[in-house]
């Protein structure tokens, strides 16, 4: 650990170059990153592995097959830290819905409003600029070895990243992991995710006849995909998203109660009105439990015949189901693909065909592992309060990959505010936010190693 003398320094250093660093950033959202579309990827590539080689990382644009992965290195020495964020961003969507376009930033109400603020180059961006206030106090990196990745498909479920990490661990593989990424969940405080849960995402499509018939003669004759699919949904989860085949559940392990404690313990006003979502009432007596701890098999779309005004006598030719499926700690997507096969297969509906769209594996680590307990310690010091500590966030990121092929704890750190809106035409970033999380970065770089040696 660095003296208290040297982390006052680091601090204060990070106050004086805080505008110039804000414009940086606001230089990195101007320029478009749609990893949907691809529109700008690779210029924001380039764009973003210069700013990490000015900083002094040794910084490769690795070629994944898709949408590049940037990779950076500094420092030597145990432990070895990896912090995580991505460059691509979200589609911007409806135009008409912005105040200002996308991707000219605009500051106001005390946030810089644009798409990908907050989702995830200012947050990315605080790392760094933490990495830059330590330098410039002490002349050196910090006294371990700290890789810095930057993804471009995070916002497409990754899987060329993670193939490509899959393959090459000798790059990736550190320690620990840290990203800095999401909200607060509607908390207004700081806080810390111990986990992210494991997810897949599938479609299902059925079809009939090459050309639609009259359904006055015809249906009951031919077979109907869109009644096909209703009922194949049916048989794999309930009105409220539940499985109740056992098979589908058999893998699932028993939750830390310490997990089940964080729950209980979020603030007053948390998931707690059903009125705050515009609707009169939860599907679930248990919301904290279902959020954090229980799977459920949300339907997220279905498809099939016709959707105009008035009647339209013809049987469907095609239909299709989609699900997005947040599992429990245990399971595993590779084996909820495989249910799903054999679900429909049962009930005789081997004709639907099972297309998985993205996976990723759940990952946890425990409140009292060094990077956890570092960065409860460090939000505590710089916000001058105590974290909430949420058991878990919604899956579907990357983290899997360095769960399951690089043996890595993984931990979120937010350091976007309550209301960031990520993915919405309201994406806004807190200039308050986005100064804390560097102090919370430069916090935890000084205090790495003595916790790490404690352990």
């Given at each position: 650990?660095?003296?208290?003398?040297?982390i006052?320094?680091?601090?204060?250093?990070?106050?004086?170059r805080?505008d110039?660093?804000?414009?940086?950033?606001?230089d990195?959202?101007?320029?478009p990153?749609?990893?949907?579309?691809?529109?700008?990827?690779?210029?924001?590539?380039?764009?973003?592995?210069?700013?990490?080689r000015?900083?002094?990382?040794?910084?490769?644009?690795?070629?994944?097959?898709?949408?590049?992965?940037?990779?950076?290195?500094?420092?030597?020495?145990?432990?070895?830290f990896?912090?995580y964020?991505?460059?691509?961003v979200q589609?911007?969507g409806?135009?008409?819905?912005?105040?200002?376009p996308?991707?000219?930033?605009?500051?106001?109400?005390?946030?810089?409003?644009?798409?990908?603020?907050?989702?995830?180059?200012?947050?990315?961006?605080a790392?760094?600029?933490?990495?830059a206030?330590w330098?410039d106090?002490h002349?050196?990196?910090?006294?371990?070895?700290?890789?810095?990745?930057?993804?471009g498909?995070?916002e497409?479920g990754?899987?060329?990243?993670?193939?490509?990490?899959a393959?090459?661990p000798e790059?990736?593989r550190?320690?620990?992991?840290l990203?800095?990424?999401a909200?607060?969940?509607?908390?207004?405080?700081?806080a810390?995710?111990?986990?992210?849960?494991?997810?897949i995402?599938?479609?299902?499509?059925?079809?009939?006849?090459?050309t639609e018939?009259?359904?006055?003669?015809y249906?009951?004759?031919l077979?109907?995909p869109?009644?096909?699919?209703v009922?194949?949904?049916?048989?794999?989860a309930d009105?409220e998203?539940?499985?109740g085949?056992?098979?589908?559940?058999?893998?699932?392990?028993?939750?830390?109660?310490?997990?089940?404690?964080y729950a209980?313990?979020?603030?007053?006003?948390?998931?707690?009105?059903?009125?705050?979502?515009?609707?009169?009432r939860?599907?679930?007596?248990d919301?904290?439990?279902t959020?954090?701890?229980?799977?459920?098999?949300?339907?997220?779309?279905?498809t099939?015949?016709?959707?105009?005004?008035?009647?339209?006598?013809?049987?469907?030719?095609a239909?299709?189901a989609?699900?997005?499926v947040?599992?429990a700690?245990?399971?595993?997507p590779?084996?909820?693909?495989?249910?799903?096969?054999?679900?429909?297969?049962?009930?005789g509906?081997?004709?639907?065909?099972?297309?998985?769209?993205?996976?990723?594996?759940?990952?946890?680590?425990?409140p009292?592992?060094p990077?956890?307990?570092?960065?409860m310690?460090?939000l505590?010091?710089?916000?001058g309060?105590?974290?909430?500590?949420?058991?878990?966030?919604?899956?579907g990121?990357?983290?899997?990959?360095?769960?399951?092929?690089?043996?890595?704890?993984?931990?979120?750190?937010p350091?976007?505010?309550?209301?960031?809106?990520?993915?919405?035409?309201q994406?806004?970033?807190?200039l308050?936010?986005?100064?804390?999380g560097?102090h919370?970065?430069a916090?935890?770089?000084?205090?790495?190693?003595?916790?790490?040696g404690e352990?």
């Open positions: 650990m660095t003296s208290t003398t040297d006052a320094a680091v601090h204060a250093r990070i106050d004086e805080f110039e660093d804000l414009a940086t950033l606001l990195l959202i101007r320029q990153s749609v990893s949907a579309t691809g529109e700008g990827i690779r210029a924001c590539a380039e764009l973003f592995a210069g700013k990490m000015e900083l002094g990382l040794d910084t490769t644009i690795h070629e994944t097959g898709h949408h590049p992965i940037l990779v950076g290195h500094m420092g030597s020495g145990s432990p070895h990896v912090l964020g991505h460059y691509d589609p911007v409806d135009l008409a819905e912005w105040r200002t996308p991707f000219e930033p605009d500051i106001r109400e005390g946030a810089i409003w644009a798409r990908g603020a907050g989702d995830n180059k200012g947050q990315w961006w790392h760094l600029c933490a990495l206030a330098q106090v002349g050196t990196p910090p006294p371990f070895r700290v890789t810095v990745i930057c993804d498909e995070d497409i990754g899987v060329a990243s993670r193939a490509y990490i393959e090459h790059v990736f550190g320690d620990f992991l990203c800095a990424d909200s607060t969940l509607g908390v207004d405080a700081p810390l995710f111990l986990g992210c849960r494991g997810a995402a599938v479609e299902l499509r059925a079809t009939g006849a090459a018939w009259h359904s006055a003669s249906a009951g004759v077979a109907n869109a009644q096909r699919m009922a194949a949904v049916a048989r794999l009105g998203g539940i499985v085949d056992p098979a589908f559940h058999a893998p699932r392990v028993p939750v830390d109660e310490r997990l089940r404690d209980r313990e979020l603030p007053d006003g948390f998931l707690d009105d059903p009125a705050d979502f515009g609707v009169d939860f599907v679930t007596d919301p904290r439990g959020m954090f701890f229980e799977p459920r098999a949300c339907l997220t779309g279905i099939g015949g016709y959707g105009g005004e008035g009647p339209h006598a013809a049987v469907p030719t239909a299709t989609k699900f997005d947040k599992l700690a245990g399971q595993h590779d084996q909820v693909e495989a249910w799903f096969r054999e679900r429909l297969d049962a009930g509906f081997d004709d639907i065909e099972v297309v998985v769209m993205s996976k990723c594996p759940g990952s946890e680590i425990a009292d592992h990077l956890a307990a570092t960065a310690a460090a505590e010091r710089v916000w309060r105590p974290p909430v500590v949420f058991p878990s966030i919604g899956g990121g990357i983290f899997g990959v360095f769960v399951d092929d690089l043996g890595m704890p993984c931990l979120i750190v350091y976007g505010q309550h209301d960031l809106h990520e993915h919405s035409a994406e806004h970033l807190s308050e936010w986005f100064r804390q560097i919370v970065t916090e935890i770089l000084h205090r790495l190693p003595a916790a790490v352990a």
